[in-house]
């Protein structure tokens, strides 16, 4: 006989939204929910003792219907995230569904489905599907790859008024039910737990002798009932002994039986205590109710702007989305601009470079030439020095000659000064003298003698 190979079950994370902008866990997890009847709801807890405890609901309460369908949904959906096993069963069994009904839409509307995804909240609008099934699909399609968008569904409408609406669901009608069980009795049984709520099904649901029992409200006949529950149970598992189908069940129901009448003993008495309690507590809650009704108008004035709140909260986030949008292009053009900004640096850096060894060249160049023709001019200044020396020599030379020719010059113009007044005097003295030759002829000698010893022309004129 081979041996059976269990299947892997699908790991489906966790998605949340961390509460932002009012959407919280339980309002996706009520979502979730939503899809399913509170006949499979109750399926899929029954066999989880821990999660019964903290919602504070008995199987028995849950076997018999008897939980409220808005009470069982709000408190699964306020602990659901807490419990990972249960909510990835819920979401396994999700799936399916909506992958079928994006198959349809896209086939619908000739698009692809991540299309059709993105554009949920127009096909939302034109209630082509319901508000359950617009946020269960952003939230798990691809793993909530689209979850952001769940901020513009909530732009116009109070999350927690959608939660209400959520848990609110109506429960299943009687054909309905029929049909859910018809779908139980004819699915294959599962190992483990399934097996025995199935088992607990065909006890309550599909029995010839068994019908549905109604449990009153008062925990003495609910014992009761619990007992002729039981007692009808035994006989069945005498009967059925051989195969051990109902023990599970009958041990069970045993056990709850048990904590049934310890809750019960503890409840009367907590009872006695409310009761007085309750009559000390009437004259306040007279009091009180005048109190109760200005608050709860201040609660309504405070739902109201906290409406108001959260739709300024969504535009702001719609504007913040489209800041984003653009600032993310001014960065691209600001990394644009800085990667123009490195390249014309770059060049201009190459091209200074360049720039400089030209000037360097020519500028060396010309140094050299500079030096060349310098040494020139102080050779051709040395030359000059050296004729302005000698020319000052010759000038000193001249100048000596010039004083030399000066005082001479002096000399004989005092010589000549003298000679004409003697000139002078001797005309005066001939013009007088008119008697003797003697004395003419000497005179005449010795002027002949002073023109040959001052060369001076005796000629007369």
């Given at each position: 006989?081979?041996?059976?190979?269990?299947?892997?079950?699908?790991?489906?994370?966790?998605?949340?939204?961390?509460?932002?902008?009012?959407?919280?866990?339980?309002?996706?997890?009520?979502?979730?929910?939503?899809?399913?009847?509170?006949?499979?709801?109750?399926?899929?807890?029954?066999?989880?003792?821990?999660?019964?405890?903290?919602?504070?609901?008995?199987?028995?309460?849950?076997?018999?219907?008897?939980?409220?369908?808005?009470?069982?949904?709000?408190?699964?959906?306020?602990?659901?995230?807490?419990?990972?096993?249960?909510?990835?069963?819920?979401?396994?069994?999700?799936?399916?569904?909506?992958?079928?009904?994006?198959?349809?839409?896209?086939?619908?509307?000739?698009?692809?489905?991540?299309?059709?995804?993105?554009?949920?909240?127009?096909?939302?609008?034109?209630?082509?599907?319901?508000?359950?099934?617009?946020?269960?699909?952003?939230?798990?399609?691809?793993?909530?790859?689209?979850?952001?968008?769940?901020?513009?569904?909530?732009?116009?409408?109070?999350?927690?008024?959608?939660?209400?609406?959520?848990?609110?669901?109506?429960?299943?009608?009687?054909?309905?039910?029929?049909?859910?069980?018809?779908?139980?009795?004819?699915?294959?049984?599962?190992?483990?737990?399934?097996?025995?709520?199935?088992?607990?099904?065909?006890?309550?649901?599909?029995?010839?002798?068994?019908?549905?029992?109604?449990?009153?409200?008062?925990?003495?006949?609910?014992?009761?009932?619990?007992?002729?529950?039981?007692?009808?149970?035994?006989?069945?598992?005498?009967?059925?002994?051989?195969?051990?189908?109902?023990?599970?069940?009958?041990?069970?129901?045993?056990?709850?039986?048990?904590?049934?009448?310890?809750?019960?003993?503890?409840?009367?008495?907590?009872?006695?205590?409310?009761?007085?309690l309750i009559k000390s507590n009437n004259k306040q809650i007279k009091g009180f109710t005048s109190e109760?009704?200005?608050?709860?108008?201040?609660?309504?004035?405070?739902?109201?702007?906290y409406e108001n709140q959260l739709k300024e909260q969504g535009k702001i986030s719609q504007t913040l989305?489209?800041?984003?949008?653009?600032?993310?292009?001014?960065?691209?053009?600001?990394?644009?601009?800085?990667?123009?900004?490195?390249?014309?640096?770059?060049?201009?850096?190459?091209?200074?470079?360049?720039?400089?060894?030209?000037?360097?060249?020519?500028?060396?160049?010309?140094?050299?030439?500079?030096?060349?023709?310098?040494?020139?001019?102080?050779?051709?200044?040395?030359?000059?020095?050296?004729?302005?020396?000698?020319?000052?020599?010759?000038?000193?030379?001249?100048?000596?000659?010039?004083?030399?020719?000066?005082?001479?010059?002096?000399?004989?113009?005092?010589?000549?000064?003298?000679?004409?007044?003697?000139?002078?005097?001797?005309?005066?003295?001939?013009?007088?003298?008119?008697?003797?030759?003697?004395?003419?002829?000497?005179?005449?000698?010795?002027?002949?003698?002073?023109?040959?010893?001052?060369?001076?022309?005796?000629?007369?004129?």
């Amino acid at each position: 006989m081979k041996r059976k190979t269990g299947s892997s079950v699908k790991k489906n994370p966790y998605i949340s939204m961390d509460g932002l902008y009012g959407i919280k866990d339980e309002l996706l997890d009520a979502a979730l929910l939503y899809h399913f009847s509170d006949h499979e709801i109750s399926q899929i807890i029954y066999g989880n003792v821990s999660l019964l405890r903290a919602i504070k609901i008995s199987k028995l309460e849950l076997s018999g219907n008897k939980v409220d369908s808005v009470l069982l949904r709000e408190k699964l959906s306020q602990v659901l995230s807490n419990y990972y096993e249960l909510y990835n069963k819920f979401v396994n069994s999700y799936l399916s569904y909506m992958e079928n009904t994006l198959d349809i839409i896209a086939n619908k509307t000739d698009r692809t489905i991540d299309e059709v995804v993105r554009n949920i909240k127009g096909i939302y609008e034109k209630n082509v599907i319901p508000t359950h099934t617009t946020i269960n699909i952003l939230r798990f399609y691809k793993n909530g790859l689209h979850k952001q968008l769940l901020v513009e569904l909530f732009v116009d409408q109070h999350p927690e008024s959608i939660y209400k609406e959520l848990i609110s669901k109506q429960v299943l009608s009687v054909e309905d039910k029929k049909l859910n069980k018809s779908q139980v009795n004819n699915s294959p049984k599962k190992e483990g737990g399934d097996l025995s709520r199935n088992n607990f099904e065909y006890l309550h649901d599909t029995s010839d002798d068994a019908k549905e029992i109604d449990l009153p409200n008062d925990p003495r006949e609910i014992v009761e009932s619990a007992i002729r529950m039981l007692e009808h149970a035994s006989e069945m598992y005498k009967e059925k002994e051989s195969d051990g189908e109902y023990k599970d069940l009958y041990d069970n129901l045993l056990e709850e039986q048990n904590e049934l009448k310890v809750t019960i003993e503890n409840q009367s008495l907590k009872l006695r205590d409310l009761e007085k309690l309750i009559k000390s507590n009437n004259k306040q809650i007279k009091g009180f109710t005048s109190e109760i009704n200005q608050l709860q108008m201040s609660n309504t004035r405070l739902n109201q702007n906290y409406e108001n709140q959260l739709k300024e909260q969504g535009k702001i986030s719609q504007t913040l989305g489209e800041t984003r949008k653009e600032r993310d292009t001014l960065q691209a053009e600001n990394d644009t601009l800085t990667r123009k900004i490195n390249n014309y640096e770059k060049e201009t850096n190459t091209l200074l470079i360049e720039r400089e060894s030209i000037f360097r060249e020519e500028s060396n160049k010309q140094l050299q030439s500079s030096q060349l023709d310098l040494r020139q001019v102080q050779q051709e200044l040395e030359d000059i020095k050296d004729k302005m020396n000698i020319e000052n020599s010759n000038n000193l030379k001249l100048m000596q000659e010039l004083q030399q020719a000066l005082s001479q010059i002096d000399r004989l113009n005092k010589d000549y000064e003298l000679l004409l007044s003697e000139r002078e005097e001797l005309l005066r003295v001939k013009t007088l003298s008119e008697s003797g030759v003697q004395g003419e002829e000497e005179t005449n000698l010795d002027f002949e003698w002073l023109a040959k010893e001052f060369n001076y022309d005796n000629t007369p004129t």
